[in-house]
């Protein structure tokens, strides 16, 4: 065991040896993670969620599940939403697929996508069926007008979700290296 200290600041460090036997590690509690839900708006927040997520699965062994939910505008609204709903799903369904398949990871990716009046009702619906370990959802970093105007999808998942949320924010300091891992 060595200890070095630095001139320049106030630290210290303890080098350990692997045969040194002056300290017993601490154990740590046990994190399993065999089911991640991904939800994707297609935009570069969730591409950056399914960077992670296929960081994540990589390292567990985890199964994704990538998810875009399609919010419907109820018929009494708008007549003719009826017909765009169904483009939309099939669109998205289109799009959700390319992203699978450009993922290139070695774990199980399926593909999902569900309708909806609430984006975050589905969201936390699907993540209580697939009975997801985790949810990794990218957020847009709105904040004034355009946040009260659109919400926050990802705040509100956050705050509903049956198991543990990481939000991939838009401008944020990423510990991710360039190939994914």
Same mark, same amino acid.
């Given at each position: 065991?060595?200890?070095?200290?630095?001139?320049?600041?106030?630290?210290?460090?303890?080098?350990?040896?692997?045969?040194?036997?002056?300290?017993?590690?601490?154990?740590?509690?046990?994190?399993?993670?065999?089911?991640?839900?991904?939800?994707?708006?297609?935009?570069?927040?969730?591409? =950056?969620?399914?960077?992670?997520?296929?960081?994540?699965?990589?390292?567990?062994?985890?199964?994704?599940? %990538?998810?875009?939910?399609?919010?419907?505008?109820?018929?009494?609204?708008?007549?003719?939403?009826?017909?765009?709903?169904?483009?939309? &799903?099939?669109?998205?369904?289109?799009? %959700?697929?390319?992203?699978?398949?450009?993922?290139?990871?070695?774990?199980?990716? =399926?593909?999902?996508?569900?309708?909806?009046?609430?984006?975050?009702?589905?969201?936390?619906?699907?993540?209580?069926?697939?009975?997801?370990?985790?949810?990794?959802?990218?957020?847009?970093?709105?904040?004034? %007008?355009? &946040?009260?105007?659109?919400?926050?999808?990802?705040?509100?998942?956050? &705050?509903?979700?049956?198991?543990?949320?990481?939000?991939?924010?838009?401008?944020?300091?990423?510990?991710?290296?360039?190939?994914?891992?």
């Amino acid at each position: 065991m060595k200890v070095r200290t630095s001139r320049r600041s106030r630290n210290v460090v303890l080098e350990i040896e692997p045969g040194d036997t002056g300290f017993v590690a601490a154990s740590a509690p046990g994190l399993r993670l065999k089911q991640i839900l991904v939800a994707v708006d297609f935009s570069e927040s969730s591409r =950056k969620a399914l960077r992670y997520a296929l960081s994540f699965a990589r390292l567990f062994g985890a199964e994704i599940t %990538l998810l875009h939910v399609v919010e419907i505008v109820p018929a009494r609204r708008a007549p003719l939403a009826v017909s765009r709903d169904a483009e939309t &799903r099939e669109m998205a369904a289109r799009t %959700l697929a390319t992203w699978r398949r450009d993922a290139r990871s070695g774990s199980s990716i =399926k593909a999902v996508t569900r309708t909806g009046i609430s984006a975050c009702h589905e969201i936390v619906a699907a993540a209580e069926e697939s009975n997801a370990d985790l949810l990794v959802i990218g957020n847009h970093g709105r904040t004034g %007008l355009a &946040r009260v105007l659109l919400g926050s999808t990802a705040e509100r998942v956050v &705050r509903h979700a049956p198991c543990p949320v990481l939000v991939a924010r838009e401008r944020e300091r990423d510990f991710l290296t360039d190939d994914g891992r």
